[in-house]
């Protein structure tokens, strides 16, 4: 194949999280198999996106765009990060004439000016488990092919049948994450148990019924300790961090948790850990839990959406119901090391299910079937 195929890949989160993570994974992937990425970003952090694919030796345009929360003040956001957009986008677009558009994300969709799909198809990735019908239905008549990381995900573009659709789950590179060495932390050193929890600051991901498993478990286990690693993104994100630290006070367990804010990666973490835990029910995917399946550690998490998707069948993992019980009586389960070395072979196994090479080759059938397909 030659290089002459371009995707030109939009993406608008003004941070590096698991989207943007796996979407470098994924423009790895397509630049090997005779694709060209051109990438569009709003994510000007140290190590993020701009600054990675820069580094890849790809070009790049800078946006400048902010999250965009559900409120007035959201969609009064969102209208003036459109208009500011556009002029970019379509510059780009005239520049580098892509094969065809890949929107990061339902944001990054409706950023994309309608006047392009004359000019080249335009690809969803879907990574979002829920979102105002409205959004769907300004995407749905633009959209050439929607990417959806779950059967969870997928579900809502039922109402939407004309949109052609493809489930791929994310990719990650399985080998260096492997070999991740356990950070080295006094508190995890004396424990008998250390169950961990990755998932930034904001409260849909459950992180007070985790502290509430974690208080329920550490009354039949001794030496429990917790671990909450996530990112804290601005005010709200503070305040929610602050309200758990107070309610792991309520609970007795505030001498029995370690709260990580400022890690650059979650991995050491999970190495350090015996047994991870996702306590949300609404997550799309659940790229934590496939991170610490690769590093061998068995996973408790609520059965609904992307998780049980992921360990349907698992033998290292316990899929339980939503209730801070559950949770706890899911850890307890593998309160034995015997138990948890025994898993850690079929937990990698398992993972191997998510290798990058996966998701590179699906997703470039999907640009292919797309473009009109490959030169012969």
């Known amino acids: 194949m030659g290089s002459s195929q371009t995707t030109m890949v939009v993406d608008c989160a003004p941070f590096t999280g698991g989207a943007q993570r796996s979407l470098l994974t994924l423009l790895h992937g397509v630049a090997s198999r005779g694709w060209s990425p051109v990438v569009l970003s709003a994510d000007r952090t140290p190590g993020g996106l701009l600054e990675s694919c820069r580094e890849a030796g790809w070009p790049v345009r800078e946006l400048r765009t902010a999250h965009w929360q559900r409120s007035a003040a959201g969609m009064a956001r969102y209208a003036w990060d459109r208009l500011a957009a556009r002029g970019p986008i379509l510059l780009a677009a005239r520049r580098w004439q892509p094969t065809l558009i890949h929107a990061n994300g339902i944001r990054a969709g409706l950023l994309v000016p309608r006047a392009l799909r004359r000019q080249a198809p335009l690809v969803l990735h879907d990574r979002d488990l829920r979102v105002p019908a409205l959004a769907l239905r300004l995407l749905a008549p633009r959209l050439a092919e929607v990417i959806a990381i779950s059967q969870a995900v997928a579900a809502k573009w039922a109402a939407f049948p004309e949109v052609p659709l493809r489930v791929i789950p994310n990719g990650f590179d399985l080998a260096p994450m492997a070999a991740t060495t356990p950070v080295s932390d006094p508190a995890l050193a004396a424990a008998q148990l250390r169950v961990a929890m990755v998932a930034d600051m904001v409260p849909w991901k459950r992180h007070g019924a985790f502290l509430e498993a974690l208080a329920l478990a550490s009354r039949e286990q001794d030496g429990l300790v917790g671990v909450l690693v996530g990112r804290v993104r601005g005010h709200a994100d ?72 992921i360990l349907a069948g698992c033998k290292a993992a316990t899929l339980t119901g939503p209730t801070p019980a559950d949770l706890a009586a899911g850890i307890l389960q593998w309160r034995e090391p015997s138990r948890r070395a025994g898993a850690a072979r079929v937990a990698r196994t398992w993972a191997g299910r998510y290798d990058q090479s996966r998701m590179a080759d699906a997703v470039c059938a999907l640009y292919w079937d797309v473009a009109g397909g490959p030169p012969r």
């Open 238 to 309: 503070a305040g929610y961090l602050q309200r758990l630290r107070v309610r792991a006070a309520d609970l007795g367990v505030d001498g029995r948790v370690v709260f990580v804010t400022d890690a650059s990666s979650a991995l050491p973490w999970l190495a350090a850990a015996d047994v991870v835990v996702s306590a949300a029910v609404e997550e799309p995917f659940g790229r934590t839990i496939v991170e610490a399946l690769a590093l061998g550690r068995p996973v408790v998490a609520v059965q609904a959406a992307g998780p049980s998707e």
